[in-house]
């Protein structure tokens, strides 16, 4: 019991926190849908294959996304619940379908409530989220 209480009462310091910095972006547009523009997909992933990069992002995506998202990038991360819109599956073909260079460019830009990080991750540590992220891919059952 102890320990669901602590993790809830870090969500919920993080996500206040989260509200507070996208309150400063508010004014920014909002798709309706989120898709990145086709320019994206030209965007090569320099650290594809990277497992070193890999590592890297999971801690980043760890300590950053899964609050939302969940650990497992299932969509159910604790915070999820209190959002206007479900936090994206990972995991799911639909996200795994998309070319490194749009989930780059979606991870950049956000949509309310998806924060924008372009201005606090660099390239390197985003390209290295994408590269996680496609470990999150569902596996097929064995
Ligand atoms: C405050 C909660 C929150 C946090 C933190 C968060 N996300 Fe999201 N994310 C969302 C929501 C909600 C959506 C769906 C937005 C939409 O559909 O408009 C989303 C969508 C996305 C998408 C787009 C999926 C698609 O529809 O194609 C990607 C990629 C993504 N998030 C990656 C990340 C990464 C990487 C991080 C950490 C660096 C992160 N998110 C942190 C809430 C969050």
Known sequence: MKKISRKVKIGFILLVV????????????????????ASADAKVNPLKGDA???????????????????SKGLGDGIAAAGLSKTPANHSSAAIQKLTDGAIFW?????????????????????????????????QPKK
């Open 106 to 138: 979606k991870i950049s830009e956000g949509n309310n409530p998806m924060p924008s990080y372009k201005s606090i991750f660099s390239e390197t540590q985003r390209w290295q989220l994408v590269n996680y992220i496609r470990t999150l891919a569902k």
């Open 18 to 37: 989260g509200i507070f910095i996208m309150s400063f972006k508010h004014t920014k547009f909002q798709q309706a849908v989120f898709t990145a523009p």
């Open 52 to 70: 070193n990069a890999t590592a890297e992002g999971k801690k980043t995506y760890d300590a950053n996304c899964a609050i939302c998202h969940g």
